[in-house]
C-alpha cells in the first residue's frame, strides 16, 4: 500500500534484501564465533557423568543409543552456555525483563503482519505478550534470545571483524 512507483518497488525490494543479508551474515558470525570458542577453549566435561545425569534427567525416556548419538551435541551447548554465562558475568551484562517482553511483542508483531495489514495497537501487542510469555518454554526461547543478542553484542566489540564482500553464492557456500 506504500509503494506507488516502479523506483519505490525497487527500493524496497533493495532494503528488504539488505536486511536478509544483515541477518544471514549475523547468523554466519554467531555460528563461527560459537564453534570457535568451544574447539579453541576446548573445557573439559565430566562426561560419563553427564551421560547418567541426562538418563536420570530424562526418567529414563532416552535410550543409551540415543544418548550417545546426541551427547556430542549436548557437549557443544553446554560448553557454550558456560563460556556465554562467564561473558556475561565478566563483563556485567544483564537482561531486564522489558527486553524479553519487547522481543516477544516484535516476534508477536512481525506474525500479525504476515496475516493482517492492520496494525495492532501498543496495549494489544502488550496484552499477547503477556499471554506468549505465560508458556514456559516460550519465555525460556526468548530469554536465550536475549542473553545470545547480548553476549554478540558485547563480542562484536572486542573481536576484530574484517568485512569484505562477497557473492551471495560464495556465501552459501561458507555454511
Known sequence: GTINSEVEFIDKIKAELALMFTQDTDRKFVETVEKTLVEKLNITLPDEFLKRW???????KLSDQQIAEQYDDFAKNLKWTLMENRIMKDNAIEIQSQEVVDLAKKRIDAQFKMYSPQPLTE??????AMNFLQNREQSSRLLDEVRNQKVFEHLKTVITLD????????FLELR
Open 123 to 128: 496495549e494489544q501487542l502488550e496484552q499477547y
Open 163 to 170: 568485512s569484505k564482500e562477497i557473492d551471495y553464492n560464495k
Open 54 to 60: 541426562l538418563k536420570l534427567s530424562n526418567e529414563n
